[in-house]
């Protein structure tokens, strides 16, 4: 077997996947940073979760956040739901896997605050619980999916935003909304910060 054919065409499948993605996401993507910017500047925080590469997306997206992304600036409120072990264990324990997100949002989550949902297929029940805990809270919706959207889509209002990414390679979505945390990202700063000189 040749690995660098192989190999190269990993790489070209991303290119595709990201040419592609670059067509129809931007106008999406800019609405989410101007959500996230609305509800940062009201004081309020950006809860983030997913599974798998999605969990250690939403992990990504809170330490660009609270730490800093490309230059320095305030720390801003972001919490990735997937990181407390003894919480989610002892929820998947007491209750259902279903409800680890669930929970913490109706505990942590306040009318103004977004959650930053990650599915690849939009199909993840504990994602999609997460959801409508967030709803029931008066929050509003980023999510980040593929495919056709799955249940995530559904859950959508007018005041949410989703970020769909064209393709149904697990490897591909997951690629792009890497990047799409990385647009989110400097556009909050663009917003809240101005240009880096």
Request: hydrophobic letters at 40%; aromatic letters at 6%.
């Amino acid at each position: 077997m040749d690995f660098q054919s192989r190999i190269l065409g990993h790489f070209n499948a991303s290119i595709d996947a990201k040419t592609y993605a670059s067509e129809v996401l931007p106008a999406f993507i800019e609405v989410a940073s101007q959500m996230m910017v609305q509800c940062l500047v009201s004081e309020g925080k950006i809860l983030a979760c997913g599974n798998g590469g999605s969990a250690g997306d939403s992990q990504h997206f809170s330490s660009e956040l609270l730490n800093r992304f490309e230059r320095e600036r305030p720390s801003l409120p972001a919490l990735a739901l997937t990181t407390d072990t003894s919480t989610l264990t002892s929820i998947a324990n007491d209750y259902s896997y279903n409800e680890i997100f669930s929970k913490q949002i109706r505990a942590l989550g306040q009318p103004g605050d977004i959650l930053l949902a990650i599915s690849t297929s939009g199909n993840s029940a504990n994602v999609v619980q997460a959801m409508q805990a967030a709803h029931d809270r008066d929050m509003h919706i980023v999510a980040l999916t593929g495919r056709d959207g799955g249940d995530m889509a559904s859950l959508l209002g007018q005041d949410d935003c989703e970020i769909r990414v064209p393709s149904t390679s697990t490897a591909r979505i997951q690629e792009v909304h890497l990047l799409a945390i990385h647009c989110l990202c400097d556009l909050i700063d663009q917003q809240l910060f101005g240009s880096i000189e």
